[in-house]
């Protein structure tokens, strides 16, 4: 079950970055130890891209630390613990 | 072809029209490329700019106005030629500036000053293109010279609507009004007024630049605020310096211009950015600049919820009178009760190759012409010599806030003044 959710988040994750990127989000998920930065999101399409997230997933504002924003893999893991309330 | 204009088009048309109207060259931006020596082959510049002329046919396109508003007239091919000159490149720079490019017949022009002080000049339209649509231009002039393409997405009329633009003219209606609220609330907001009257608007501009270390500012702006408030803390620093120079009062209002092309793909020449619109209360910079960075984050942030950007988009280009009102008011002309603004930008980071043209991109300065009555404009952005400032002041508003100090100030801001959480 936990599973499940954890796949659910990750695939919202990944759809909304590639979106945000340009790419196809089996792209991004194959890229998913890649940094932010060198993907070439900057802060304001970071912002767009969080804002994505929690309208798919219906979740309240994300307050995420730093080391969630480094990669997508870090981002779906981070999202995935706020959905998880830790 | 005849090509409709994007909602940035627009914005940047009012802007055009507002700087020619007070006496200005117009909405020109400009890059001054720092050259360590003169270039090496500056034949195959030229070649390569004559190509770039022949591939991307904007470059040559021509506004006009019809009962539908104004679109651009795209012929063909530009004939586009480099300038060399004597002059240095400073020099040369300030006389594009107040020239424009009205005699030069397209959006954009490029010089080459092979004099003491060696670089190369680029003006251009700012209705063609942002800052960083033309610095993938520059960087993309070696691999023409050797025969490269660009390719025909650099041009594509289909690439100049911002994303999330809905095309048909009901969609783009329902947008417009949605943005009514946004720019009422801002019309009430009292502004920052610098106490000089107005004067001549073809006043030369006045400009400096500040070079810090990238790495500090970074590490203080991460420690201090997070990553996703890294803008936000440039325009806190600006708000803060703002107000330790003095002379004005009231809330601070900042058009930041924000990129919103897609990352990848070639449509660079395509007008794709839009404004944001946020407020910094008076004074609270000043006392605490990381609560000021937070402040600005959230208004980012709910800016960008109700997707205002597309609001404002729609609304340039659905009615244009009120985006008309709206850029005079933001931007420091008539009725909006302000008598100068402050248009703030941060293009990231300039990459260009190693070697260019046989010579080696020292740095670069951005210029950017702002509205014909007084203003300022702080541009941001990293390039080999670290994060650079420019400052770019108009009409009155050097006499009271002089770019080098404003310059200083904001250096101090971002390295200098003491954080409670970046500094132990």
């Not at chain 2, 610098?194 to 400096?208: K, Y």
């Amino acid at each position: 079950m936990a599973e499940a959710s954890c796949d659910r988040v990750s695939a919202a994750v990944f759809a909304a970055l590639a979106g945000a990127l340009g790419l196809t989000a089996d792209e991004v998920a194959r890229r998913r130890a890649e940094g932010l930065d060198r993907l070439g999101l900057d802060s304001h399409g970071l912002m767009r891209v969080l804002l994505e997230i929690e309208r798919v997933l219906q979740l309240p504002a994300l307050d995420l630390a730093d080391s969630a924003l480094e990669s997508p893999a870090t981002l779906a893991a981070g999202v995935a613990a706020a959905t998880r309330g830790g | 072809m005849r090509v409709r204009l994007s909602g940035a088009d627009y914005f940047h048309h009012l802007l055009h029209r507002i700087n020619q109207d007070h006496g200005g060259s117009g909405n020109c931006g400009q890059l001054r490329l720092r050259l360590e020596r003169p270039l090496a082959d500056p034949r195959g510049l030229e070649a390569a700019w004559h190509a770039a002329g022949q591939q991307a046919w904007t470059l040559g396109a021509t506004y006009r106005s019809s009962l539908r508003g104004p679109y651009w007239r795209v012929r063909g091919p530009a004939d586009l030629r480099l300038d060399i000159s004597d002059a240095t490149t400073d020099a040369l720079g300030d006389a594009h500036l107040r020239a424009g490019l009205s005699d030069v017949g397209s959006r954009m022009r490029l010089a080459y000053a092979a004099a003491t002080q060696p670089g190369v000049v680029l003006t251009w339209d700012h209705r063609l293109s942002d800052a960083r649509g033309v610095i993938a231009l520059l960087d993309a002039l070696p691999r023409l010279a050797a025969g490269g393409r660009l390719g025909d997405r650099w041009w594509s009329p289909g690439h100049r609507e911002p994303a999330g633009q809905p095309a048909t003219l009901a969609a783009r209606g329902v947008h417009a009004r949605g943005s009514v609220e946004h720019i009422r609330g801002h019309r009430l907001v009292r502004l920052w007024r610098p106490g000089v009257p107005a004067d001549n608007p073809a006043a030369p501009l006045r400009r400096a630049s500040m070079v810090m270390d990238p790495a500090r500012v970074e590490s203080r702006q991460r420690a201090a605020t997070g990553r996703l408030s890294e803008t936000p803390f440039l325009l806190a620093a600006v708000a803060a310096a703002l107000e330790d120079i003095g002379g004005i009062g009231g809330d601070l209002l900042f058009p930041l211009a924000v990129d919103g092309r897609p990352r990848t793909g070639g449509a660079m020449l395509a007008n794709q950015h839009s404004f944001l619109f946020l407020r910094v209360p008076e004074g609270l910079a000043t006392r605490d600049l990381v609560l000021a960075a937070r402040h600005l984050k959230d208004a980012h942030r709910q800016w960008v919820a109700a997707d205002v950007t597309t609001k404002m988009s729609a609304a340039l280009s659905f009615f244009p009178i009120v985006g008309e009102r709206l850029a005079r008011a933001e931007l420091g002309n008539r009725g909006g009760g302000l008598a100068a603004s402050c248009l703030v930008a941060n293009t990231g980071a300039i990459a260009l190759p190693e070697t260019w043209f046989g010579s080696r991109v020292a740095g670069v300065d951005l210029v950017a012409s702002v509205p014909g009555r007084p203003g300022l404009a702080v541009l941001f952005h990293r390039d080999r010599r670290g994060l650079v400032c420019d400052v770019i002041a108009a009409g009155a508003v050097p006499r009271l806030i002089p770019p080098e100090k404003l310059a200083q100030c904001i250096a101090f801001q971002l390295t200098g003044r003491v954080l409670p959480q970046a500094d132990p």
